[in-house]
Protein backbone atom coordinates (compact mmCIF):
# COMPACT_ATOMS: atom_id res chain seq x y z
CA UNK A 1 0.00 0.00 0.00
CA UNK A 2 1.17 3.45 -1.17
CA UNK A 3 0.50 6.00 1.83
CA UNK A 4 2.41 9.08 0.30
CA UNK A 5 -0.85 10.79 0.25
CA UNK A 6 -2.12 10.50 3.01
CA UNK A 7 1.49 11.65 4.43
CA UNK A 8 1.46 14.62 1.75
CA UNK A 9 -2.01 15.44 2.93
CA UNK A 10 -1.49 15.25 6.96
CA UNK A 11 2.13 15.16 7.64
CA UNK A 12 2.45 11.51 9.12
CA UNK A 13 1.05 8.32 9.00
CA UNK A 14 0.43 5.03 11.45
CA UNK A 15 0.72 1.33 10.23
CA UNK A 16 0.70 -1.04 12.93
CA UNK A 17 1.76 -4.50 12.36
CA UNK A 18 4.52 -4.10 10.55
CA UNK A 19 6.98 -6.05 13.32
CA UNK A 20 5.82 -9.38 14.55
CA UNK A 21 6.40 -10.13 18.27
CA UNK A 22 9.63 -12.34 17.39
CA UNK A 23 11.16 -9.33 15.71
CA UNK A 24 10.28 -6.48 18.37
CA UNK A 25 11.64 -9.39 21.22
CA UNK A 26 14.86 -9.87 19.50
CA UNK A 27 15.27 -5.72 19.12
CA UNK A 28 14.90 -5.92 22.37
CA UNK A 29 17.47 -8.24 23.47
CA UNK A 30 20.06 -6.46 21.20
CA UNK A 31 19.46 -3.39 22.90
CA UNK A 32 19.30 -4.48 26.44
CA UNK A 33 22.70 -6.66 25.97
CA UNK A 34 24.74 -3.63 24.44
CA UNK A 35 23.29 -1.27 27.38
CA UNK A 36 24.65 -3.73 29.78
CA UNK A 37 28.10 -3.17 28.73
CA UNK A 38 28.24 0.22 27.68
CA UNK A 39 27.10 2.24 30.41
CA UNK A 40 29.69 5.17 30.51
CA UNK A 41 28.95 5.35 26.48
CA UNK A 42 29.14 8.71 25.23
CA UNK A 43 26.30 8.30 22.91
CA UNK A 44 24.02 6.99 25.71
CA UNK A 45 22.15 9.55 27.71
CA UNK A 46 20.62 8.60 30.92
CA UNK A 47 18.78 10.68 33.46
CA UNK A 48 15.17 9.54 35.27
CA UNK A 49 12.89 10.60 32.89
CA UNK A 50 14.88 9.45 29.57
CA UNK A 51 17.29 6.83 28.47
CA UNK A 52 18.33 7.48 24.85
CA UNK A 53 20.86 6.22 22.54
CA UNK A 54 22.69 7.91 19.62
CA UNK A 55 23.48 6.99 16.68
CA UNK A 56 21.48 3.87 17.58
CA UNK A 57 22.18 2.39 13.92
CA UNK A 58 26.20 2.49 14.34
CA UNK A 59 25.98 1.36 18.09
CA UNK A 60 24.09 -1.52 17.57
CA UNK A 61 24.05 -2.41 13.50
CA UNK A 62 22.84 -5.83 14.53
CA UNK A 63 19.37 -4.39 14.91
CA UNK A 64 19.47 -3.50 11.33
CA UNK A 65 18.32 -6.86 9.89
CA UNK A 66 15.12 -7.12 12.23
CA UNK A 67 14.91 -3.41 11.44
CA UNK A 68 14.56 -3.69 7.81
CA UNK A 69 12.17 -6.52 7.46
CA UNK A 70 10.58 -7.35 4.31
CA UNK A 71 7.53 -5.11 5.36
CA UNK A 72 9.23 -1.80 5.92
CA UNK A 73 11.15 -2.26 3.16
CA UNK A 74 8.53 -2.56 1.13
CA UNK A 75 6.39 0.29 2.83
CA UNK A 76 9.21 2.67 1.92
CA UNK A 77 9.74 1.74 -1.24
CA UNK A 78 6.21 2.05 -2.45
CA UNK A 79 5.57 5.34 -0.66
CA UNK A 80 8.90 6.85 -0.79
CA UNK A 81 10.69 5.01 -4.01
CA UNK A 82 14.37 4.21 -4.13
CA UNK A 83 17.55 5.63 -3.31
CA UNK A 84 17.08 6.39 0.34
CA UNK A 85 19.61 6.31 2.96
CA UNK A 86 19.47 6.55 6.71
CA UNK A 87 21.23 10.23 8.05
CA UNK A 88 20.54 9.74 11.80
CA UNK A 89 18.97 7.63 14.47
CA UNK A 90 18.23 7.79 18.30
CA UNK A 91 16.35 5.07 20.27
CA UNK A 92 14.62 6.82 22.84
CA UNK A 93 13.08 4.41 26.62
CA UNK A 94 10.96 6.30 28.30
CA UNK A 95 10.18 4.79 32.02
CA UNK A 96 7.08 3.85 33.53
CA UNK A 97 7.17 7.51 35.78
CA UNK A 98 8.77 10.00 33.74
CA UNK A 99 8.09 13.40 34.10
CA UNK A 100 9.89 13.99 31.13
CA UNK A 101 7.85 16.20 28.22
CA UNK A 102 8.57 18.27 24.90
CA UNK A 103 6.70 21.49 23.31
CA UNK A 104 5.58 21.31 20.14
CA UNK A 105 8.60 21.82 17.71
CA UNK A 106 9.45 20.93 14.11
CA UNK A 107 12.96 19.06 13.62
CA UNK A 108 15.21 21.30 11.93
CA UNK A 109 18.52 20.26 11.94
CA UNK A 110 20.24 17.27 10.42
CA UNK A 111 23.90 16.00 11.40
CA UNK A 112 27.04 16.45 9.59
CA UNK A 113 30.15 14.99 9.83
CA UNK A 114 32.14 18.86 9.88
CA UNK A 115 31.59 22.31 9.86
CA UNK A 116 31.76 23.87 6.33
CA UNK A 117 30.16 27.30 5.56
CA UNK A 118 27.62 26.99 3.26
CA UNK A 119 24.95 29.06 2.08
CA UNK A 120 21.52 29.04 3.25
CA UNK A 121 23.06 26.22 6.10
CA UNK A 122 22.34 27.99 9.79
CA UNK A 123 22.60 28.12 13.22
CA UNK A 124 25.35 25.32 13.60
CA UNK A 125 25.73 23.57 17.17
CA UNK A 126 27.90 20.62 17.88
CA UNK A 127 27.58 18.17 20.60
CA UNK A 128 29.89 15.17 21.05
CA UNK A 129 31.84 15.85 18.00
CA UNK A 130 28.88 15.78 16.56
CA UNK A 131 27.71 18.52 14.06
CA UNK A 132 24.15 19.89 13.93
CA UNK A 133 22.79 22.10 11.48
CA UNK A 134 19.41 23.67 10.29
CA UNK A 135 19.98 22.76 6.04
CA UNK A 136 17.91 25.22 3.33
CA UNK A 137 13.76 24.16 3.74
CA UNK A 138 13.54 22.22 0.19
CA UNK A 139 16.07 19.50 2.16
CA UNK A 140 13.78 18.91 5.36
CA UNK A 141 10.38 18.50 2.87
CA UNK A 142 11.97 16.02 1.32
CA UNK A 143 12.81 13.42 4.03
CA UNK A 144 10.81 11.42 6.30
CA UNK A 145 11.30 9.83 9.58
CA UNK A 146 10.16 6.83 10.61
CA UNK A 147 8.99 5.92 14.46
CA UNK A 148 9.54 2.02 15.62
CA UNK A 149 7.21 1.64 18.64
CA UNK A 150 8.94 -1.54 21.04
CA UNK A 151 6.18 -0.89 23.34
CA UNK A 152 2.44 0.07 22.51
CA UNK A 153 1.83 3.56 22.57
CA UNK A 154 -0.68 5.69 23.85
CA UNK A 155 -1.92 9.10 25.33
CA UNK A 156 -0.88 8.12 28.92
CA UNK A 157 2.81 7.18 27.77
CA UNK A 158 4.07 9.91 26.34
CA UNK A 159 2.35 9.19 22.61
CA UNK A 160 3.40 11.84 20.54
CA UNK A 161 1.09 14.63 19.55
CA UNK A 162 0.82 16.45 16.16
CA UNK A 163 -0.76 19.25 14.39
CA UNK A 164 -2.39 17.94 11.09
CA UNK A 165 -0.72 19.18 7.73
CA UNK A 166 1.62 21.79 9.53
CA UNK A 167 4.52 20.72 7.65
CA UNK A 168 2.88 22.49 4.77
CA UNK A 169 3.83 26.02 5.81
CA UNK A 170 7.33 25.77 5.92
CA UNK A 171 9.53 26.46 8.59
CA UNK A 172 7.78 28.50 10.77
CA UNK A 173 8.05 29.86 14.57
CA UNK A 174 5.66 28.32 16.66
CA UNK A 175 3.67 31.67 17.61
CA UNK A 176 2.75 32.11 14.34
CA UNK A 177 0.71 28.69 14.36
CA UNK A 178 -2.61 29.38 14.37
CA UNK A 179 -3.43 26.54 17.19
CA UNK A 180 -7.34 27.68 17.82
CA UNK A 181 -7.64 27.04 14.02
CA UNK A 182 -5.43 23.44 13.96
CA UNK A 183 -6.52 20.07 13.91
CA UNK A 184 -4.81 18.16 16.64
CA UNK A 185 -3.92 14.35 16.55
CA UNK A 186 -2.78 11.89 19.46
CA UNK A 187 -0.90 9.75 17.55
CA UNK A 188 -1.47 5.94 19.17
CA UNK A 189 0.58 3.24 18.04
CA UNK A 190 0.86 -0.44 18.69
CA UNK A 191 3.71 -2.74 19.73
CA UNK A 192 5.47 -3.65 16.66
CA UNK A 193 3.66 -0.45 14.70
CA UNK A 194 5.59 2.81 13.41
CA UNK A 195 5.09 6.21 12.60
CA UNK A 196 6.03 7.60 9.44
CA UNK A 197 6.12 11.81 9.81
CA UNK A 198 7.63 14.99 8.07
CA UNK A 199 10.21 16.73 9.61
CA UNK A 200 8.29 20.34 9.51
CA UNK A 201 5.25 18.89 11.27
CA UNK A 202 4.91 20.29 14.34
CA UNK A 203 4.87 17.31 17.12
CA UNK A 204 5.14 17.12 21.00
CA UNK A 205 5.33 14.65 23.60
CA UNK A 206 3.41 14.74 27.13
CA UNK A 207 4.36 13.12 30.46
CA UNK A 208 3.95 10.07 31.12
CA UNK A 209 0.70 9.14 33.54
CA UNK A 210 -0.21 5.25 33.44
CA UNK A 211 3.38 4.05 34.75
CA UNK A 212 3.74 2.24 31.53
CA UNK A 213 7.32 2.37 29.66
CA UNK A 214 7.43 3.89 26.20
CA UNK A 215 10.85 2.74 23.97
CA UNK A 216 10.70 4.24 20.57
CA UNK A 217 13.75 3.90 17.60
CA UNK A 218 13.28 7.23 15.51
CA UNK A 219 15.39 6.89 12.42
CA UNK A 220 15.61 9.40 9.66
CA UNK A 221 15.62 9.26 5.85
CA UNK A 222 17.27 11.56 3.27
CA UNK A 223 18.48 10.64 -0.27
CA UNK A 224 19.91 14.22 -0.76
CA UNK A 225 23.54 14.95 -1.67
CA UNK A 226 24.58 17.54 0.32
CA UNK A 227 26.58 21.02 -1.47
CA UNK A 228 30.48 21.84 -1.24
CA UNK A 229 31.71 19.28 0.29
CA UNK A 230 29.27 18.65 3.43
CA UNK A 231 28.53 14.94 4.31
CA UNK A 232 25.66 13.49 6.16
CA UNK A 233 27.43 12.23 9.46
CA UNK A 234 25.73 8.56 9.85
CA UNK A 235 24.90 7.75 6.34
CA UNK A 236 23.75 4.48 6.34
CA UNK A 237 22.51 2.88 3.02
CA UNK A 238 19.71 0.42 3.50
CA UNK A 239 21.12 -3.07 1.70
Known amino acids: MN ?125 QNQFAVQPPTEILENNFTIRIHIDKTTKDNGALKVINNSHSKGILRIENLDFENQKETICEVEKGGIMIMKPLLFHASNKTTNNERRRVIHIEFSKQQLPNGLEWSEKTVIN
Open 3 to 127: YNTEISAEGFSIINNVFTENEIQNLILLIENKTADNQENTTFRKSQDLFAIRQFHKEIPETLPFIFNEKLQDIIKSTFGEGFFITKSIYFDKPEKSNWFVAYHQDLTISVDQKIEVENFENWTVK
